[in-house]
């Protein structure tokens, strides 16, 4: 191998890459605007790039662009028009050009990153106020299931103070839940030691509402 590395850079050409993926992008949204009758498959050559072994030098970046776009449009995307097999928002064009600007930047959010931090502490806020909570204290996570998980924890802390340091031990903790309850739920018990035997799927009425009475009918096992 070469004692000099090549550049992660992409040096002279990072104004021309930018460019070509401004029309990829400005193009993707125009084809959002309609619907499409069939949902296309990957071409023979992107299979065959998707087949090799990993590479040794660098990839031409435009034609690596070229790729992902393919690779993207014959993904599941829900962007598009009567797209309605999944829950997950569409996306919008502030949203994906706000995701450029900050992994530009990749702030670390672990501990505390400045103005970032006090970005997430304002759109908590104002997220709480939207929905009526009288709590505004909070932190976005990557998604639902980490949300969960996240929240689970801080419970099972409650339930089992300093179970976070010391485990739960031989306690048995039960976890109830909605019958239709996200399956994150049940991952997020056996993550945390409870054990997804120990989760109760509680019936729901008309409402989707949790039926307290059931509670008593040998879902307390």
Known sequence: MSSIEPSLSLGADRDKVLLHAAEIVSRTWAEFDAARDHHPEPSAALLAVLAEPMPETPSDPIESLDLAAEALDSSLTQARPRYLAYIGSSGLEIGALGDLLAHSHDPNLAIYAGAASDIETQAIRWLAQFLGYSSDFGFFTSGGTISNLTALAAARERALPR??????????????????????????????????DHVRAIPIDEHRRMIPGELACGYCR
Request: proline residues 0%.
């Open 163 to 196: 179970s976070r340091v010391t485990g739960i031990g031989g306690h048995r903790l039960a976890l109830y839940c909605s019958a239709e309850a996200h399956y994150s739920v049940k991952r997020a018990a056996e993550v945390l030691g409870l054990g997804s």
